[in-house]
């Protein structure tokens, strides 16, 4: 595996230790010299997060939602059938 020279560099293995290919170094962004992994997975923890929130949001509100959704579609019952699953 390669990486890119103009973003990244081997640095100091971080606290997590993320090794690059075992050689005991931690690929680190050019920019802020944070680890690449890292990053990564705190990214993917918030992703999971706010999913989770989004989630919980739509089983607290989900009648409210759906009494919004049923009175805009109201006029036009035909549109039922289209209704968003939550
Ligand atoms: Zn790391």
Not at 33 to 50: A, H, I, P, S, T
Not at 59 to 68: A, C, F, T
Request: contains cysteine; positive net charge.
């Amino acid at each position: 595996m390669d990486f890119d020279e103009k973003k990244f560099f081997l640095g100091k293995l971080c606290p997590r230790g993320h090794e690059w290919n075992g050689i005991g170094q931690t690929l680190r962004y050019l920019s802020n010299e944070k680890c690449f992994f890292c990053r990564k997975q705190q990214y993917e923890e918030n992703r999971e997060k706010l999913c989770e929130q989004k989630k919980q949001y739509y089983e607290e509100n989900r009648e409210k939602l759906s009494e919004q959704i049923l009175r805009v579609l109201g006029k036009n019952k035909k549109n039922y059938n289209q209704l968003p699953l939550f």
